[in-house]
């Protein structure tokens, strides 16, 4: 274990289902991460929170919604969900100002 | 756009070799460079992490960061089967809130 959790790890979801993605850090880090891991891609940044104010959102279409409620969780709400948003998805936190990134087991996702 | 380029592989070596992993990374302005390793169907882990030219060494890994050719390596010697998995490359560009981008890795297989 990482100190970073993730659930589900696995999740079948339909277009029309709401869903979302849950992540909890116990190692004290300041800044939490959404990633999209997709097959023969690069793994793609999704947002980032900084003292659970939200710094980063890289063009992620408004299905994908992210809350942080506090520096050791990180939601990411979704609705209405395309074929093609099926990866994993992965949460991750750091030190403020650092750069080592600690992953989560991530969250299997299919769109059915 | 800032990429990060590694050939996807697969790296093949024979058990006892030195494996040798590629990065190279197009902003000059990076800051930080890091290794992670993700086993099939897991999270990535992170192994490395190197902040100046020259090499790092942490037992079996060595990374080696050359800023004027924009070029970060990995080594690993007296590879082992268990070794086998995907070397993530990642920068962190920003040198503050911790902004990684990814390469898309590269599969190595350490053979019997």
């Known amino acids: 274990e990482t100190g970073v959790t993730q659930t589900p790890r696995h999740l079948v979801m339909g277009m029309t289902n709401k869903k979302s993605l849950k992540c909890e850090q116990h190692?004290?880090?300041?800044?939490m991460y959404w990633y999209k891991q997709s097959a023969k891609k690069p793994l793609e940044l999704m947002f980032v929170?900084?003292?659970?104010?939200?710094?980063e959102n890289n063009s992620v279409p408004s299905r994908f919604s992210p809350e942080c409620p506090n520096s050791s969780h990180l939601f990411l709400h979704l609705h209405t969900l395309q074929p093609e948003d099926s990866a994993l998805y992965l949460c991750?936190?750091?030190?403020?100002?650092?750069?080592?990134?600690?992953f989560g087991q991530g969250t299997r996702l299919t769109v059915v | 756009q800032k990429e990060v380029e590694q050939n996807s592989g697969p790296l093949s070596v024979p058990e006892g070799a030195i494996a040798s992993l590629n990065c190279t990374y197009s902003d000059r302005g990076s800051q930080s460079f890091f290794w992670y390793r993700q086993y099939s169907g897991k999270s990535p882990e992170l192994i490395m992490s190197i902040y100046s030219n020259g090499d790092k060494e942490d037992g079996r890994f060595t990374a080696q960061l050359n800023k004027a050719s924009q070029y970060v390596s990995l080594l690993i010697r007296d590879s082992q089967p268990s070794d086998s998995a995907t070397y993530l490359c990642a920068v962190d560009y920003t040198g503050t809130a911790s902004k990684l981008t990814f390469g898309t890795g590269t599969r190595l297989q350490v053979t019997l």
């Open positions: 991750a936190s750091s030190p403020q100002g650092g750069g080592k990134a600690f």
């Open positions: 190692l004290g880090h300041n800044a």
């Open positions: 929170y900084n003292f659970k104010e939200q710094t």
